[in-house]
């Protein structure tokens, strides 16, 4: 039974989404491993697995859960980071990922970097995403990198490289920090305190423990608002909190709330301009009639339009409609209108009129929906 209920999580992280297009949640978290990395990648020792543990974490409900793959074979890989980068992003889009109204991502070392690049490759994809949050990325390479290019042509090892003539991070940083769509994405880094034993994933290049990406490698370019995490685990281990109390996973939740989901909403709020009266035969006009609205700056609420109507008519005579001339972005309304109140009856002699101007406002507000 433990085996069919784990069967069918694999089934739903992987192509939930894509059965169910039209149920998604607002907010997809995608995870993204690392070099030589998989859907295991995030597993830890004692069997907890960090996708799992968000999808059923109620303060998660709003958000669905997909385990990104892309390849990265442990030997004679043949794939640049630019042909990773669209890998993933295709397969995003097969999983409807790009639908949802935010996209963050959990990226593990290299994941960081292949998610930057395909940010940067698709802006309109990009501008989805609040915050990344990363873990062990080497945004100024690793000397671990540069070890493995003697044993292994895999051209991400050139990519990775920890040099001062790394063309490859150097424009992907200068060209991160210059795109307006990419530069107000949110960069949350946590870096490994632990060096990797020989051997082990990425220390397969090494002869000794060793940190495999270092503090100033991880935590380069990543919001200064926000000190960089530091995990007590290796680089293979970063990203395996072992229960929702691990430093990894708070780390994100802490994240997640900073960037709460916000909704943009459109609602019609009204405001009536009341008393305008007029004498028999007489007219009452205003060419710039200043019908104002308050606008919540908490909710970054927008004027979008109005329209103007009469209201309250009583023993007068439309000589036009009211008519909205300009609006002003400050939530005043400016209206033009014209009546004239009714010619002496018989019966009534000459009775004075009135009408109300109700202007009807469309107004865009950003509402917090919860996480």
């Known amino acids: 039974m433990a085996r069919r209920a784990a069967a069918v999580l694999w089934v739903c992280l992987l192509g939930c989404l894509a059965a169910n297009a039209q149920s998604l949640k607002p907010r997809v978290i995608v995870f993204v491993h690392g070099l030589h990395g998989d859907r295991d990648s995030w597993r830890a020792a004692n069997g907890a697995y960090w996708p799992q543990m968000i999808q059923s974490d109620p303060q998660f409900r709003n958000s669905d859960v997909v385990v990104a793959q892309y390849p990265t074979p442990t030997l004679?890989?043949?794939?640049?980071?630019?042909?990773?980068?669209?890998?993933?992003?295709?397969?995003?889009?097969?999983?409807?990922?790009?639908?949802?109204q935010d996209v963050?991502?959990?990226?593990?070392?290299?994941?960081?970097?292949?998610?930057?690049?395909?940010?940067?490759?698709?802006?309109?994809?990009?501008?989805?995403?609040?915050?990344?949050?990363?873990?062990?990325?080497?945004?100024?390479?690793?000397?671990?990198?540069?070890?493995?290019?003697?044993?292994?042509?895999?051209?991400?090892?050139?990519?990775?490289?920890?040099?001062?003539?790394?063309?490859?991070?150097?424009?992907?940083?200068?060209?991160?920090?210059?795109?307006?769509?990419?530069?107000?994405?949110?960069?949350?880094?946590?870096?490994?305190?632990?060096?990797?034993?020989?051997?082990?994933?990425?220390?397969?290049?090494?002869?000794?423990?060793?940190?495999?990406?270092?503090?100033?490698?991880?935590?380069?370019?990543?919001?200064?608002d926000t000190p960089p995490q530091k995990i007590v685990a290796n680089h293979i281990d970063i990203v395996k909190p072992g229960s929702r109390s691990a430093d990894?996973?708070?780390?994100?939740?802490?994240?997640?709330?900073?960037?709460?989901?916000?909704?943009?909403?459109?609602?019609?709020?009204?405001?009536?301009?009341?008393?305008?009266?007029?004498?028999?035969?007489?007219?009452?006009?205003?060419?710039?009639?200043?019908?104002?609205?308050?606008?919540?700056?908490?909710?970054?609420?927008?004027?979008?339009?109005a329209v103007a109507e009469y209201a309250d008519i009583d023993k007068i005579r439309i000589v036009s409609q009211p008519v909205v001339t300009r609006i002003d972005p400050s939530g005043i309304a400016h209206v033009a209108y014209a009546f004239k109140g009714q010619?002496?009856?018989?019966?009534?002699?000459c009775p004075a009129g009135h009408a109300s101007i109700l202007v009807h406002f469309t107004i865009r507000s950003q509402v917090v929906i919860g996480n």
Not at 165 to 178: A, G, H, K, T, V
């Open 248 to 305: 990894a996973y708070t780390f994100f939740a802490r994240m997640y709330r900073k960037n709460p989901i916000i909704d943009t909403v459109q609602t019609v709020r009204d405001n009536k301009v009341p008393g305008l009266n007029v004498d028999c035969n007489r007219t009452q006009a205003n060419d710039d009639l200043q019908v104002p609205i308050a606008l919540d700056p908490a909710l970054h609420e927008q004027l979008l339009s």
């Open 104 to 224: 963050v991502f959990i990226a593990h070392s290299l994941g960081g970097i292949v998610t930057e690049q395909m940010l940067l490759n698709h802006p309109d994809s990009a501008a989805r995403v609040p915050f990344i949050v990363s873990y062990a990325t080497p945004h100024e390479g690793s000397f671990v990198a540069n070890l493995a290019r003697v044993y292994d042509s895999d051209p991400l090892l050139t990519d990775l490289r920890a040099s001062n003539d790394n063309n490859f991070l150097i424009d992907l940083e200068q060209r991160w920090r210059s795109s307006a769509t990419t530069a107000r994405i949110h960069r949350y880094c946590a870096f490994e305190a632990l060096d990797t034993p020989a051997g082990a994933g990425i220390g397969r290049y090494l002869r000794a423990r060793t940190r495999v990406v270092s503090y100033y490698s991880a935590t380069y370019g990543c919001d200064a």
């Open 76 to 100: 004679h890989g043949r794939l640049s980071t630019v042909q990773l980068a669209e890998f993933l992003w295709n397969q995003l889009q097969q999983q409807h990922v790009w639908e949802h």
């Open 343 to 349: 010619g002496r009856g018989l019966l009534l002699g």
